[in-house]
């Protein structure tokens, strides 16, 4: 085919849905970290009508899901073989019954689909009722819970052969020959194993492997709530107990369990088991959670701001028209950045109208920002404070100089007033209003009622009035008293100071990086002082 004729092609295609109508597409999560999600698996989720999920997935897989999307809770543990053959006859009915009305339909699935996870019977039903299905592998706990724990499934010179096995029927049944998995040696991982555990172990010794071999219990594997333990063969039934490990529980026999004293990793890091409840708004969030996780923290979101355009933009539209008269224009925070651009490319106007003017920021972030508009600001103070932006401004004449300060509608003025003893004109704009959360919209972590979150992060005074606002003064006393508090800056730690509080971690530079670096420090110190 000729260049053109390709070209011609792809753009006759192009507007093509990459999900069919009318098919099924069974996807595997993954056993939890919804980072393990395959690319394509997020393709599909991201085109579907509706999905049909698995229990202990997690919600944030959910999430990748269009709006419109009608998700459909289709998990079930435990329950009697009958039960469990009936519900998995509805549901199969209920995914031709959705394909057939010409939905792309997601059948998602912990795991991967094809190992202990009955994605077979369920393509069985699609084929034997004419629906064209497409399986998407997923990451098996298999692999990837072992490998969260430390626990490699092969390893040169200590075991060649990986065996999978449910341990959900009982071992005195014929439909597993435990007697031969025990001579066979390797490594054995075992899925649903946690309630016949010690019928288990028992057998595997009868049957003549070594009462030593190692042997670990993992459970919530990859996600911040794993937890390992390693016992031999002849006490992982004891060790269990004491450690009172239920369910969703993986077990691993052989000698590799002895590897993850030198390979764990996950459960090693800084803020892993911590909880950490961000208060940033919504579209802020994101940054901020990624990193904590990346530090191996359970991260709750409470987003106390809601951001709009300002109620009168006359403000904002009339400095826009004037900005060859500004000598500085100053961006507080990247959220001003983004409506401040967001109004001047409405006016038909790009980054050209800045041309004279120059530009100071408060905070890294903010600079980060500006860069996506392809601005390089002239001056940003070491220490990302008003106050450090104004002792910034000391070795600068700005006499009669005119800065414009586009801000949110309840902007700090203390900027300003430094700025004018310095004899220049301050022009502060709203140029987005920051609104509290609707209550009959928040939905209040468990943890945070239950006083068992480790920690709350505000990156701004206002995240601190809308949670008192939100819980009630009280509420909100009592649940941050029993907590670290971590803010991003000196004025949110003033805002906590005024509630007769104290911010326990504060770093020096008010950027997200640094924020980060001193919560896993302050609780890298807490573990190291147990």
Known sequence: MRADEQAGRLTSMDHLPHAMKGCVYIIGAGPGDPGLLTVKGWRFLSEADIVFYDDLLDPRVLELTPPACERVYAGHRGGRPTESTRRQD??????IDAARAGHRVVR?????PYVFGRGGEEAIALRDAGIPFEVVSGVSAAMAV??????????????QTATLVTGHEDPSSANVDWASLARAGGTLVIFMGSRRVGAITRTLIEAGRAETTPAAAIQWGTRPQQRTITATLATLEQEMATAQLRAPVLLVVGEVVAQRQALEWFEGRPLFGRRILITRSREQCRPLRLLLEAEGGEVFELPMLQLSDPEDAAPLDKALTQLQKFQWIIFTSPNAVSYFFTSLQRSGRDARALGSCRIATIGSATASHLADYGISPDLTPTSHSSAGLAAAFADIDLQDAQILIPSSAIGITDLDEELERQGAKTQRVTAYENHPPNPDEVEIPEALSSGEMDCVVFASPSA????????????AFESLAQTRIAVIGPTPARAITALGLQAAIQPDTSSVEDLVRAISADFDRSRAAM
């Open 90 to 95: 509805d549901l199969n009915q209920q995914l």
């Open 146 to 159: 072992p490998a969260y724990a430390g626990i490699p499934l092969t390893h040169r010179g200590v075991a």
């Open 108 to 112: 998602l699935k912990g795991g991967d």
């Open 464 to 475: 601190v009035h809308h949670f008192v606002e939100l819980l009630g003064r009280d509420q």
